[in-house]
């Protein structure tokens, strides 16, 4: 069964980076893809990046573009999530996620999944 175990997170100043990490385990085939969404309190689920493992290309939500970078490490079984110029509204747990589809419509990432890790908090504040 395929298990994913987050870590990474922590309290970070605005303009501060973080780096998540996402480490799958027990597999027998590649995931389709791995994503990372957040929830905050009081908020919508959102999805905030993915990357497909066939072809490694990535996407990102509007709301994170050009600040937060997804990576991966096939040696390491490891997903990166990269958190730069961080912002109070990014504040949230933070979960990875082997989505078996996923889209990207008006900016917004939305992806179906049946599993997922059990979440990271991520507070940024001064």
């Known amino acids: 069964q395929l298990q994913l175990v987050e870590s990474g997170g922590g309290l970070v100043q605005p303009g501060g980076s973080l780096r998540l990490s996402c480490a799958a385990s027990?597999?027998?085939?590649?995931?389709?893809?791995i994503g990372w969404f957040r929830q905050a309190p009081g908020k919508e689920r959102e999805g905030v990046s993915c990357?497909?493992?066939?072809?490694?290309?990535?996407f990102y939500a509007d709301s994170v573009k050009g600040r937060f970078t997804i990576s991966r490490d096939n040696a390491k079984n490891t997903v990166y999530l990269q958190m730069n110029s961080l912002k109070p509204e990014d504040t949230a747990v933070y979960y990875c996620?082997?989505?078996?589809?996923?889209?990207?419509?008006?900016?917004?990432?939305?992806?179906?999944?049946?599993?997922w890790g059990q979440g990271s908090q991520v507070t940024v504040s001064s």
């Open positions: 027990g597999f027998t085939l590649d995931p389709y893809a």
């Open positions: 990357i497909r493992t066939r072809d490694g290309s990535t």
């Open positions: 996620a082997a989505p078996y589809s996923f889209t990207v419509v008006n900016g917004r990432i939305e992806m179906n999944y049946n599993y």
